[in-house]
């Protein structure tokens, strides 16, 4: 089965494409969504384990993003993936997915900033690249509270750092995942780093965007020893503005992030395209799809598609696999949907992050409806 060398105008997002030498069945790629809904020890449970088997007909499941380390954690109720409950947790979650014939890539995340003390390690201070405080506040077990201004990282403790990237990676092998997905987007600590309005280092880290790009270099040198770099992709998001995000210049940051990557040949580039609605918040407007051209390998794209701009997309070569967020919360049969232009189920706002079964594992299937 030839599935990467259609015709741009015979692509939709039921054909297959290969990433590497793994074949997702489709193109419709679940994104990585934070539910808050881990158990003890921040290890995933049944209900977790329901939710992604729901998912599986996706061609790829990215899980939702989860702590590589203690000090790395962000949100109340995220999973991790660096201790050995936590690799069983996921096992468990792994296994059902392939049961169903599915594939899934663990995301491996770092909050840097975008934390609180009060959820961290002994009361320690969240890490960022430099101490500048975010604006606004963070969700906290205590409910929300004001950001703190973070201690910065000292340059001796950034290998530590990138051990913790590589130790969640052999997590990830463990716990049976097909591949991963370093978060370098959406305002978290490779973000922070990348950014010039988040990084004023001084040191081989900080200044010109390819010392602002280092750490992001390091770590997936690191991913990659562990892993076969065609199994591991890695998400920006490069006019978002989430958590208080701005550079000066993004287009020159993320064309050179985007062609520094290259050289890893990893199995795909993960780009969000959120932010592109506001202009000038995170920085000076650019196109994002520009970046397609830089890019030498498979290329996904993020921005609330539905199935015909998803199509279009697709068809007019601006991405290869698209990647949908709220309509795989609402429908876990999202491809069967599409395949026969059912009608979707509505997402629940209110359930997204937190809760029980309600909005998590109990939308119906086009079976039950």
């Given at each position: 089965?030839?599935?990467?060398?259609?015709?741009?105008?015979?692509?939709?997002?039921?054909?297959?494409?290969?990433?590497?030498?793994?074949?997702?069945?489709?193109?419709?790629?679940?994104?990585?969504?934070?539910?808050?809904?881990?158990?003890?020890?921040?290890?995933?449970?049944?209900?977790?384990?329901?939710?992604?088997?729901?998912?599986?007909?996706?061609?790829?499941?990215?899980?939702?993003?989860?702590?590589?380390?203690?000090?790395?954690?962000?949100?109340?109720?995220?999973?991790?993936?660096?201790?050995?409950?936590?690799?069983?947790?996921?096992?468990?979650?792994?296994?059902?997915?392939?049961?169903?014939?599915?594939?899934?890539?663990?995301?491996?995340?770092?909050?840097?900033?975008?934390?609180?003390?009060?959820?961290?390690?002994?009361?320690?201070?969240?890490?960022?690249?430099?101490?500048?405080?975010?604006?606004?506040?963070?969700?906290?077990?205590?409910?929300?509270?004001?950001?703190?201004?973070?201690?910065?990282?000292?340059?001796?403790?950034?290998?530590?750092?990138?051990?913790?990237?590589?130790?969640?990676?052999?997590?990830?092998?463990?716990?049976?995942?097909?591949?991963?997905?370093?978060?370098?987007?959406?305002?978290?600590?490779?973000?922070?780093?990348?950014?010039?309005?988040?990084?004023?280092?001084?040191?081989?880290?900080?200044?010109?965007?390819?010392?602002?790009?280092?750490?992001?270099?390091?770590?997936?040198?690191?991913?990659?020893?562990?892993?076969?770099?065609?199994?591991?992709?890695?998400?920006?998001?490069?006019?978002?503005?989430?958590?208080?995000?701005?550079?000066?210049?993004?287009?020159?940051?993320?064309?050179?992030?985007?062609?520094?990557?290259?050289?890893?040949?990893?199995?795909?580039?993960?780009?969000?395209?959120?932010?592109?609605?506001?202009?000038?918040?995170?920085?000076?407007?650019?196109?994002?799809?520009?970046?397609?051209?830089?890019?030498?390998?498979?290329?996904?794209?993020?921005?609330?598609?539905?199935?015909?701009?998803?199509?279009a997309a697709l068809q007019e070569g601006k991405a290869d696999?698209?990647?949908?967020?709220?309509?795989?919360?609402?429908?876990?049969?999202?491809?069967?949907?599409?395949?026969?232009?059912?009608?979707?189920?509505?997402?629940?706002?209110?359930?997204?992050?937190?809760?029980?079964?309600?909005?998590?594992?109990?939308?119906?299937?086009?079976?039950?409806?």
């Open positions: 089965m030839i599935v990467n060398d259609l015709q741009p105008q015979d692509i939709t997002l039921l054909s297959p494409i290969k990433i590497g030498r793994q074949t997702l069945k489709n193109r419709m790629v679940m994104a990585p969504l934070t539910r808050n809904r881990a158990g003890d020890g921040l290890v995933p449970t049944e209900m977790n384990v329901t939710y992604y088997r729901q998912r599986a007909s996706a061609g790829l499941i990215i899980s939702e993003g989860s702590q590589i380390a203690d000090d790395a954690l962000g949100y109340p109720l995220t999973p991790g993936i660096h201790s050995e409950a936590q690799v069983v947790g996921w096992k468990r979650v792994t296994d059902a997915v392939h049961k169903e014939d599915g594939l899934i890539f663990m995301q491996l995340w770092h909050c840097g900033r975008v934390s609180h003390s009060s959820m961290l390690p002994d009361g320690m201070k969240p890490l960022a690249p430099s101490a500048i405080k975010p604006a606004g506040e963070v969700y906290t077990y205590e409910g929300m509270k004001p950001y703190e201004t973070p201690q910065a990282i000292e340059t001796a403790d950034i290998p530590r750092i990138i051990e913790q990237y590589r130790h969640a990676a052999c997590c990830a092998v463990e716990a049976g995942f097909d591949g991963v997905e370093i978060h370098a987007a959406n305002g978290y600590l490779l973000d922070q780093f990348l950014r010039d309005g988040t990084n004023q280092r001084q040191d081989q880290y900080g200044g010109s965007i390819e010392n602002r790009s280092r750490l992001i270099m390091e770590v997936t040198a690191a991913v990659c020893e562990i892993w076969d770099p065609e199994k591991v992709g890695i998400r920006l998001s490069p006019l978002q503005p989430f958590n208080d995000l701005y550079d000066s210049n993004p287009q020159a940051t993320f064309s050179y992030m985007v062609k520094a990557l290259n050289k890893f040949g990893l199995g795909y580039l993960h780009i969000t395209e959120m932010g592109a609605e506001t202009p000038g918040i995170a920085g000076p407007y650019f196109d994002i799809s520009s970046l397609r051209s830089l890019w030498d390998g498979v290329y996904m794209t993020n921005s609330n598609y539905d199935y015909k701009s998803a199509n696999p698209i990647s949908f967020g709220k309509l795989f919360i609402a429908n876990p049969d999202l491809p069967e949907r599409f395949a026969i232009d059912a009608p979707l189920n509505k997402p629940d706002p209110e359930s997204f992050y937190g809760g029980d079964e309600k909005g998590y594992i109990d939308y119906p299937f086009l079976k039950q409806a």
